[in-house]
């Protein structure tokens, strides 16, 4: 088996507040994230697969297929949107930190992957969000609740 990472860009907004709390309590946990005008990311997104090297084509996975799953299930889901209004998982339920977004991108991945991928192999093993050179996000397979 061996493993392959695709690395995908995408833009988009959110505002870190928690209906749960006080809006002091929101602006001390989430400092200039709690901006009520929201502030946008360029994320980095990574999706690796597992599967073993066909001995026909040399290849774990078909690039193009994984692409366009991406593409269709996430990317036009989340790109230039404002993740607060504009992704249904967010709208009023859950906080869009990147943690949720991660997981949020994990499930988008796993519900069309059969649709794509006919067969056991290759599975989807990771996806990994880059929201700032300091903050990183992954969500293993193996560690899905």
């Not at 990311?41 to 994984?66: K, M, W």
């Not at 799953?69 to 869009?96: M, Q, T």
């Not at 700032?132 to 899905?144: D, K, L, M, P, S």
Request: hydrophobic residues 35%; charged residues 25%; proline residues 4%.
């Amino acid at each position: 088996m061996i493993t392959v990472t695709r690395r995908y860009a995408f833009s988009a907004s959110h505002r870190l507040h928690s209906p749960l709390l006080a809006d002091e309590a929101n602006r001390e946990l989430f400092g200039k994230c709690n901006n009520p005008f929201g502030h946008g990311h360029n994320y980095q997104l990574e999706v690796t697969v597992r599967g073993p090297v066909d001995a026909t084509t040399g290849l774990a996975v078909d690039r193009e297929t994984l692409d366009r799953l991406v593409r269709h299930a996430v990317l036009e889901h989340v790109e230039s949107k404002d993740l607060n209004r504009d992704v249904p998982a967010f709208a009023g339920h859950y906080i869009p930190t990147t943690e949720n977004l991660s997981l949020e991108i994990f499930q988008m991945l796993e519900r069309s992957w059969r649709s794509e991928f006919k067969g056991d192999l290759p599975v989807l093993e990771k996806v990994r969000i880059e929201e700032t050179a300091r903050n990183i996000f992954e969500v293993h397979a193996h560690g899905q609740a």
